[in-house]
């Protein structure tokens, strides 16, 4: 049988012969996944969606969009058209993986040089580790309530709220040892490795979807129908004053899984075929999307009869529940989605990333603890205490960067390389991706005039214009503006001033195995 598969793949696949072990580009992490390792269904990549989306943020992006003004349905549409938007990038940089075997950092090695991979890999790591800190906050805060339900004394064991320093304030002890345990039981996962990670998001998709239905039927059924929300009409009066909330929405909206669109190679280098990885996905990721955030508009709504006032954060929504056994159920549930989207979304890729820049230091379970102690440090109780900024300043803000890396990359494969890799030279000091001492200066300068334009606009924090004015419009199409600049300089610069040494590489190659 393994013959059989091996002829199998072959068609689709690439596989290593070159022996490049002895490399300081190469560990046992980064390097690429053997053909027969490579076992990942179609239904273990919906599952992994499913499970990455029901998380609490997506819970609540369509509550934010309300907040801004939308009706339900106009917020429902946002989601879906914004995930429908970034399904595009997410496939087209799921392809190398699943060829190759390579994950995101080593992928970006062809386009940006072996050094100058460093740059993305960093970029989107650092925002990952944002990412991280917030969903274990988010974790840590359902796991104080579910200790808090079998140990009424737990909230203040160690004292009530701390004063002083600000940096900690406003939260009691307890609320941080929450925080802690959650934080520990992410580190365990990423210690044992991907077959667990696997295993987990195969079970909590199913389970947490199971949930968050009876959830939604239980407070349909105790607020005897939907809510004014369900009902409400367009508050904008005029098709230009719905136009401005809407773009910058959009961009948030694709701002979410902007992350993913870089290293979906991460995953689908375990894919069995092209065909499991891209069916899973474009399946699972915008219906996820929106039937989740449909049942957070639901339950909010009828949070409004139960409890006489609007509730859109679960953890709170669940915290006014009198039965201990509905509490620890639902807050179990919220850990487990919490973890399974953590895991998936936050460390996998920046444990790569770091790994990346140094291999021969950095593990992958390394670079998970490196990533863990950063998300601590950026304290992810602070990011979370504006909600008000975490569509337009957090989602919207990023996305202008890792939208001018998708550009390059996009460009790069399926452009100036028409999806044909020399694998081993992505491993090599010198190499056809050696470029100048390991830097593609075409990338760089495409990435960062990428980046200049898309936030050159954004609003300075508490003064209320822009960084430079002029740029403000561009700031609401950030991804859009990141994506397609840094795409036509790059393609610009590979064609007009070529790297000489790979000029083979640079021009259309017939593929014949037509993948």
């Not at 939208?403 to 190499?431: F, N, Q």
């Not at 334009?453 to 954004?458: D, F, P, R, S, V």
Request: aromatic content about 12%; some cysteine; charged content about 10%.
């Amino acid at each position: 049988m393994a013959a059989e598969g091996h002829t199998l793949y072959k068609p689709d696949f690439v596989e290593l012969e070159e022996e490049v072990s002895d490399s300081p580009l190469w560990n046992k992490d980064l390097a690429p996944v053997p053909i027969l390792k490579r076992n990942w269904t179609t239904y273990n990549y919906a599952a992994l969606w499913i499970s990455m989306a029901h998380c609490i943020p997506t819970y609540m992006l369509a509550s934010s969009l309300i907040d801004l003004g939308m009706n339900w349905w106009q917020a429902l549409v946002t989601i879906l058209l914004g995930n429908i938007i970034v399904l595009a990038p997410i496939l087209l940089n799921s392809h190398p993986g699943t060829k190759y075997g390579i994950p995101f950092p080593v992928f970006a090695r062809a386009s940006y040089g072996t050094t100058g991979s460093n740059l993305p890999a960093i970029m989107r790591a650092l925002v990952a580790c944002g990412w991280f800190g917030i969903q274990a906050w988010i974790g840590g805060e359902a796991v104080h309530t579910l200790i808090r339900v079998a140990w009424p004394g737990w909230q203040t064991l160690l004292g009530d709220k701390i004063q002083t320093p600000a940096v900690v304030a406003g939260h009691s002890p307890t609320e941080y040892i929450s925080f802690l345990l959650f934080w520990l039981l992410n580190i365990y996962i990423i210690y044992r490795g991907m077959d667990l990670l696997r295993r987990v998001e195969n079970w909590a998709a199913p389970f947490v979807l199971v949930m968050a239905t009876v959830l939604m039927v239980w407070v349909l059924w105790k607020a005897k129908g939907l809510g004014a929300i369900m009902h409400g009409e367009d508050k904008f009066g005029s098709f230009g004053a719905f136009w401005k909330v809407f773009i910058p929405s959009l961009t948030g909206m694709i701002g979410y899984w902007s992350t993913l669109s870089l290293n979906m190679p991460d995953f689908t280098r375990f894919s069995r075929s092209q065909r499991d990885q891209t069916i899973g996905q474009t399946v699972a990721l915008p219906a996820t999307m929106l039937v989740f955030a449909a049942m957070g508009v639901i339950i909010t709504s009828a949070s409004a009869i139960i409890f006489g006032r609007t509730i859109w954060d679960p953890v709170q929504l669940v915290g006014q529940f009198t039965q201990p056994v509905v509490v620890a159920i639902s807050m179990f549930t919220v850990v487990v989605a919490t973890l399974s989207v953590n895991i998936a979304a936050n460390v996998v890729s920046p444990a790569n990333d770091f790994a990346n820049a140094f291999p021969r230091l950095i593990t992958f379970r390394l670079g998970g603890l490196i990533t863990g102690i950063l998300g601590i440090v950026m304290q992810p109780w602070r990011l979370l205490a504006n909600p008000s900024g975490y569509v337009f300043q957090w989602l919207g803000g990023y996305s202008g960067g890792l939208g001018s890396i998708a550009g390059v990359l996009i460009v790069d494969y399926w452009l100036i390389r028409r999806k044909k890799l020399e694998l081993p030279d992505l491993y090599k000091t010198r190499g056809v991706y050696t470029y100048a001492g390991g830097w593609n200066w075409r990338a760089v300068a495409a990435t960062l005039l990428g980046c200049a334009l898309a936030w050159g606009g954004a609003p300075l924090l508490g003064e209320g214009r822009a960084l430079i004015p002029a740029l403000r419009p561009l700031y609401d199409y950030a991804w859009f503006v990141g994506l397609f600049v840094s795409g036509s300089v790059y393609l610009a610069l590979m064609k007009g001033a070529p790297v000489s040494d790979t000029s083979g590489q640079l021009e259309p190659v017939p593929d014949p195995e037509g993948v």
